[in-house]
T-cell receptor, first 115, second 114 residues
Framework: NAGVTQTPKFQVLKTGQSMTLQCAQDMNHNSMYWYRQDPGMGLRLIYY???????DKGEVPNGYNVSRLNKREFSLRLESAAPSQTSVYFCASSESMGGGYNEQFFGPGTRLTVL | RKEVEQDPGPFNVPEGATVAFNCTYS??????FFWYRQDCRKEPKLLMS???SGNEDGRFTAQLNRASQYISLLIRDSKLSDSATYLCVVNRYPTTSGTYKYIFGTGTRLKVLA
């Protein structure tokens, strides 16, 4: 099992460019998440998908969109990148959103720099 | 005030030492609790869940105090390989969307020195 995979691992964008971060999991999990991690801020939830066919905003959704393509895949799109979106992006998945001890599994991250 | 708070450290300890971290949470609707470990420039990985009765996994012991709303992690006989950032995570309900939510602390950095 690959677990949670993310592409690309690194990306440099110019202000105003767009890109899509891809995420896939092979654990048959229902819930998937996108986080960003900045120094001193910890992990902040951008968007989540509680189950296939649903998506919802997290703590910091502005400037992002998501698509839950199927049960396995959850993509994050930056329509017009800004320097404030320079960060490390993690995708995660879990069996469900909660109600028990559901472990979140994380992908290796995408390091994005916006110039 | 953050919903989940941790001392950022760093905690610098010699090999073989015992070190303890605390994490406080403010929402009484918090239902499940975890410690994750994050190595430099890597993804977080589950270290252990924290159960009401407390639990142990080798050199690691986790405790939960619901009355005072904190969880703790004790590491005995520290190894160089324990150097990492330890994230406290709380799962709580409800949210405005009616779903559970994972709340992450900002992490406590541990350096074990030779």
């Amino acid at each position: 099992n690959a677990g949670v995979t993310q592409t690309p691992k690194f990306q440099v964008l110019k202000t105003g460019q767009s890109m899509t971060l891809q995420c896939a999991q092979d654990m048959n999990h229902n819930s998937m998440y996108w986080y960003r991690q900045d120094p001193g801020m910890g992990l902040r939830l951008i968007y989540y998908s509680a189950s296939e066919g649903t998506t919802d905003k997290g703590e910091v959704p502005n400037g992002y969109n998501v698509s839950r393509l199927n049960k396995r895949e959850f993509s994050l799109r930056l329509e017009s990148a800004a320097p404030s979106q320079t960060s490390v992006y993690f995708c995660a998945s879990s069996e469900s959103m909660g109600g028990g001890y559901n472990e979140q599994f994380f992908g290796p991250g995408t390091r994005l720099t916006v110039l | 005030r953050k919903e989940v708070e941790q001392d950022p450290g760093p905690f610098n300890v010699p090999e073989g030492a015992t070190v303890a971290f605390n994490c406080t949470y403010s929402n009484s609707a918090s239902q499940s609790f975890f410690w994750y470990r994050q190595d430099c420039r890597k993804e977080p990985k589950l270290l252990m869940s924290v159960y009401s009765s407390g639990n142990e996994d080798g050199r690691f012991t986790a405790q939960l105090n619901r009355a005072s709303q904190y969880i703790s992690l004790l590491i005995r006989d520290s190894k160089l390989s324990d150097s990492a950032t330890y994230l406290c995570v709380v799962n709580r309900y409800p949210t405005t969307s009616g779903t559970y939510k994972y709340i992450f602390g900002t992490g406590t950095r541990l350096k074990v020195l030779a």
